[in-house]
């Protein structure tokens, strides 16, 4: 007589246990078909390991606007409260000083009314970004570096600060992305980007020589996420040769 035994563990293994005498085809074709029943369950086992882990990456990535977004308000209240002046830490195009201000400008805002203009955009589109990227601090880092870098060298003679640089190449970068890509999710974001923010980035970025409103740093923010979606991006048919 012959008994199978499936003991559980950890590791889902199976012990088969052959007893009073030799093991009949049908037992080996029994074995066989457990065997494969226990493989799977630890395939999906380890599948489902693997989406937890997933998703406990995108949740910290989630805090981490959360964060993002508490510096900004933390910076504004720190130079609210405080007799310092915080905003002469934004970007001075060419000159030593305003270098400092290339990573800074997104963290110093002149008012309450520009700081909540830039959170609410801000949010949406880093939400838009994470739920689509696993690469989306570092867009977001070229999208700061390269804009800030740009209006450094290219723009007007004035003190630069605000996080509406940022939030112009993100729309930029979505939309590019969706674009290249041709997959549901990118382009489904790109159109809702353009629906939402389009008529802001166009007239964001018409040049006003005595405004007050960061033009320049629009279309440099909007340049350099043109160019963060380029690179961080492959195009549909390069996808397609790689897979064939």
């Known amino acids: 007589m012959t008994s199978l035994i499936l003991l559980p ?23 066989l078909s457990l065997a494969k029943i226990v493989y799977t369950d630890v395939q999906s086992a380890a599948h489902q390991k693997d989406f937890l882990s997933q998703g406990s990456i995108v949740k910290k990535q989630y805090y981490a606007i959360g964060l993002f977004v508490a510096a900004m308000w933390l910076v504004f209240l720190v130079d609210w409260i405080l007799p310092i002046t915080l905003q002469s830490l934004g970007l001075y195009p ?51 570096v390269v804009s800030g870098t740009l209006l450094w060298v290219f723009g007007r003679s004035a ?10 190449g993100l729309c930029s970068f979505l939309i590019t992305v969706g674009v290249r890509e041709r997959r549901v999710i990118p382009v489904s974001i790109a159109i809702l980007v353009g629906l939402i923010y389009g008529g802001t980035m166009l007239s964001g970025v018409i040049p006003r020589w005595q405004s007050d409103i960061s033009w320049d740093g629009h279309l440099c923010g909007l340049i350099a996420g043109g160019l963060a979606g380029f690179w961080f991006s492959r195009p549909k048919l390069t996808r397609l040769e790689k897979r064939s």
């Open 9 to 31: 563990c950890s590791a889902c293994l199976l012990k088969l246990v052959c007893c009073n005498g030799p093991c009949v085809a049908g037992d080996k074709q029994h074995r």
């Open 94 to 144: 060419r000159s030593l000083s305003g270098i400092l201000g290339i990573p800074l400008m997104p963290f110093l805002h002149a008012n309450f009314d520009h700081l909540l203009g830039n959170t609410i955009p801000l949010i949406v589109l880093l939400f838009l970004l994470i739920s689509s990227r696993e690469d989306s601090w570092w867009v977001v880092g070229c999208i700061i």
């Open 159 to 168: 003190l630069h600060v605000g996080a509406s640089g940022l939030t112009f």
